[in-house]
């Protein structure tokens, strides 16, 4: 079994996950992946998803919980990591970060206030429509970026669960954006 890196480990020896940005941008979809990722690894998984009215444009968020034990409460209260897709979901939820959280954020989409050691600017959603040609590609090669950058879970579940989570025809571009995702940490 994977053990959660103790670096990253939340309270009550948990990891909690927040992915946020707007409709149409696979938020939902992106944490199911991880969710399902994270079971395939044998960890306890919880998963909760809030979305406006709207399916586009509303501000939408997916919290992931992982853990070595059972899941007591299925809602994050402070994210250990962060990753944020858009402005308005960084301006709604970044007070949601843990003080020594990990935030990583999309700087073609989300200005912040203030880059330190813990923010990551990972330029996914150009990368995805300029390499891929496919913008909703965006959240997989962020997620592909935070699981090398932490190793929260193992990329051979989170292949297998993008797999299991996408129609055939999208599996390809899915894993090339998984490599994408991987490439850009140094």
Request: charged share 25%.
């Amino acid at each position: 079994m994977n053990k959660i890196p103790p670096f990253l480990k939340g309270g009550m020896g948990g990891l909690e996950i927040r992915i946020a940005g707007i409709g149409g941008q696979g938020i939902i979809q992106t944490g199911s992946i991880l969710a399902l990722a994270g079971m395939y690894d044998g960890k306890n998984v919880s998963q909760s998803s809030t979305y406006g009215p709207e399916s586009r444009g509303t501000a939408s968020k997916t919290d992931v919980i992982f853990s070595d034990s059972d899941i007591d409460y299925p809602y994050i209260e402070k994210a250990d990591i962060l990753i944020v897709m858009a402005q308005k979901a960084y301006e709604l939820y970044q007070r949601d970060l843990k003080e020594a959280g990990k935030l990583f954020y999309d700087p073609e989409k989300v200005k912040i206030e203030k880059a330190d050691n813990n923010s990551f600017a990972i330029p996914a959603s150009g990368l995805a429509a300029k390499e891929l040609n496919n913008p909703l590609m965006g959240g997989i090669i962020m997620l592909s970026f935070v699981i090398k950058k932490t190793g929260i879970i193992s990329f051979d579940s989170f292949k297998k669960a993008i797999k299991e989570s996408v129609i055939e025809e999208y599996v390809s571009v899915n894993m090339k954006a998984v490599e994408i995702g991987m490439t850009l940490v140094k």
